[in-house]
């Protein structure tokens, strides 16, 4: 009776073991993910951007401004999502301060949210004016959140 109490409580350990390895492998390929998808986002954001640099230029359709805008309003509201906790090391050029200054981070990614929507909002009203000094505050965004929290390519 004993020993099989003992045997018991052998194999609980292993189960536990083993679902804690298991955890840890998940945990460990869904931190790449995170670091992938947080690219590749930002690939959307960047392809965007220049869409939208097109528009200003005169070199596109000023007809497109309102829907690159509203992708951008869009991706600024999911960019604060991108940066889990442990997506910090890997393939990724997100700085440690991301992590360590919680709250002037928070402050980039609202920047963007703000610059991102009045781009929307200016660009429903189709001035082109308006949209070159609205497109310049949201470029500034970008810098306001690279500059501090992202490593320079290698
Ligand atoms: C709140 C922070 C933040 C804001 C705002 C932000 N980015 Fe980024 N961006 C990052 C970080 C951090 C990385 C590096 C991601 C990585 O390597 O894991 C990045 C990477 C990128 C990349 C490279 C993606 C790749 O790996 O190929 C592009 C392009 C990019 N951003 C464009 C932009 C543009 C354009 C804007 C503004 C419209 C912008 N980003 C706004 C933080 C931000």
Known sequence: ?????????LAVVGILSA???????????SDEDAIKFR???M????????????????KADMANAAAL???????????????????DFGDTRAKED??????????AVMA????????????AGGNADALKGAFGGLGKSCGGCHKPFRKPKT
């Open 112 to 123: 963007f949210e703000k610059a991102a929507e009045n781009l929307a909002k200016v660009a």
């Open 69 to 87: 805008a509203n992708t951008m309003a869009a991706y600024a509201s999911i960019t604060g999502g991108l940066f889990p906790k442990d997506s």
């Open 1 to 9: 009776m004993k020993m099989f109490t003992v045997f018991k409580a």
């Open 98 to 107: 991301i992590w360590a200054k919680p709250a002037e981070f928070k402050a």
């Open 19 to 29: 679902t804690l390895g298991n955890a840890q492998v998940a945990q460990a390929a």
């Open 39 to 41: 690219k590749t986002v």
């Open 43 to 58: 690939k959307g954001v960047g392809g965007t951007m220049g869409g939208l640099k097109m528009v200003v230029q005169g």
